[in-house]
């Protein structure tokens, strides 16, 4: 899959609504739930099951649960090489877990992303200089699909 087709699956869901723990495009989704979407749409069934997972993720016991998940089926790159089509992890507090995810829509002085994000549903956001400081990871999509 190119990036560019990673790009466009992830604005199909612009407008859907949020909605915790869903992944059903234009019914709902959180910010996982979308890049699931996009993993379905692109690379065929889902790697894994997703277990029941509060708001607060696991913040709590301090478990960096998403980015593992991440590991295990995305490859990470360097957070500095910004590609459209990258999937985006951040913190979104200080000594918070990672705990949001968001795809890279453009990159350089406009550069945006793709997210769900409470309150909102699914938008493409500007990449601002505070969101850029949130991201701890960036990952790409397995090169070959199902």
């Given at each position: 899959m190119s990036r560019a087709e990673i790009v466009a699956a992830a604005r199909c869901w612009i407008g859907t609504p949020y909605v915790h723990q869903s992944s059903r495009l234009g019914a709902g989704c959180d910010c996982l739930g979308l890049l699931r979407g996009i993993w379905?749409?692109?690379?065929?069934q889902e790697p894994e099951?997703?277990?029941a997972y509060s708001k607060d993720w696991s913040e709590p016991q301090g478990e960096e649960r998403l980015w593992a998940a991440a590991l295990r089926h995305l490859h990470?790159?360097?957070p500095?090489?910004?590609e459209e089509g990258d999937v985006l992890l951040f913190r979104m507090r200080d000594q918070g877990v990672a705990k949001h995810l968001g795809?890279?829509?453009r990159?350089?002085?406009?550069a945006s992303f793709i997210h769900a994000y409470t309150g909102h549903g699914v938008v493409e956001s500007p990449l601002s200089t505070p969101w850029q400081r949130?991201?701890?990871?960036r990952f790409?999509?397995?090169r070959e699909s199902n």
């Open positions: 379905r749409d692109l690379c065929g099951l997703v277990p990470p790159k360097e500095r090489d910004a795809v890279q829509g990159i350089g002085a406009r949130r991201i701890v990871a790409e999509f397995p």
